[in-house]
């Protein structure tokens, strides 16, 4: 079985999975960094901890497949912590499909949905863990988010602004999932290391 980017090439249909919603809490952990340390500033620092307990949905339902691939997960799944745009938010996500071109560089017609698999998670019985594989930042695509603060002049105590940043690869979740209910601890970092998190999910 062929797969790239967290994608596999299907042998069979896509298991069907009913779409639910899981809502509870978050516990979140932030480890906030800068480059702002060593006497002449440069080098990366510890900032400081944010501990926090934010409202949080789970969503799973039916695995998105397009162009003959399907994301390889049990199920597809999207997280959501606390009010999406605002400092401090968490938007995860298994996969989606973006709109490219109706043709390739050939001008041979092609299937203009271009699925975009971003982790791959695995399920034993209610056990549920796995990894984020790729960010696609290469392709300007990225859906995993934590929004932060970025200085408006670096090292400078000037104020901040709001900022989103991309989760990197090499995230993790793990836990457990069933039709009564989920609780699963995702960790990871951002790009640039700027944040190290940890959320605890239970709903």
Known sequence: MAAILGLTLPASPAAAASAQVYRGTATVVVDSYDYCGGSFGGDHRF????????????VTGPRKSAAGRVERNPFHWELYVGNIGQVGSFQLGSASIVTTSGRDVSGNLRDPRLLLGYWVTGRSGTSWSGKLVDSHRAEGATFN???????IVSCRNLGSTRFVYAVNAGATVSGRVSSGGAAFTVRGSTYGDNYRFRITFSG
């Open 145 to 151: 988010h934590f929004y932060g603060q970025q200085a």
């Open 47 to 58: 900032v400081g901890t944010s501990r926090y307990k934010a409202a949080a949905k789970f």
